[in-house]
């Protein structure tokens, strides 16, 4: 059973940087896809960006592109989501998803992490 626990929320200025963190769990993940979604008050969940383990290939949402980027640890089974320029707009809870290459749901879940960004 795959395991993931989210690092790193916290309170930010408009403008700043933070880093979460996923830790990773419960299996090998060569064949997994991990990614990060986000959840506003009174807004639907939505992706955020996510990277195929065995290749490093990355994908993220539009509203993200050129201010987040995804990566990960292979040897410590971590992905960090590193967030730059941070605006009011990015608050919300931050979870971590992991999904099988072959499979488009994402089945497995972390609890989250808020991250509240300050104008």
């Known amino acids: 059973q795959v395991q993931l626990v989210e690092s790193g929320g916290g309170l930010v200025q408009a403008g700043g940087s933070l880093r979460l963190s996923c830790a990773a769990s419960g299996r090998t993940f060569r064949s997994y896809v991990l990614g990060w979604f986000r959840q506003a008050p009174g807004k639907e969940r939505e992706f955020v960006a996510s990277?195929?383990?065995?290749?490093?290939?990355?994908s993220y949402a539009d509203s993200v592109k050129g201010r987040f980027t995804i990566s990960r640890d292979s040897a410590k089974n971590t992905v960090f989501l590193e967030m730059n320029s941070l605006k009011p707009d990015d608050t919300a809870v931050y979870y971590c998803a992991a999904r099988t290459l072959l499979n488009r749901t994402w089945g497995s879940w972390g609890q989250g992490t808020q991250v509240t960004v300050s104008s």
């Open positions: 990277t195929a383990w065995i290749s490093g290939s990355t």
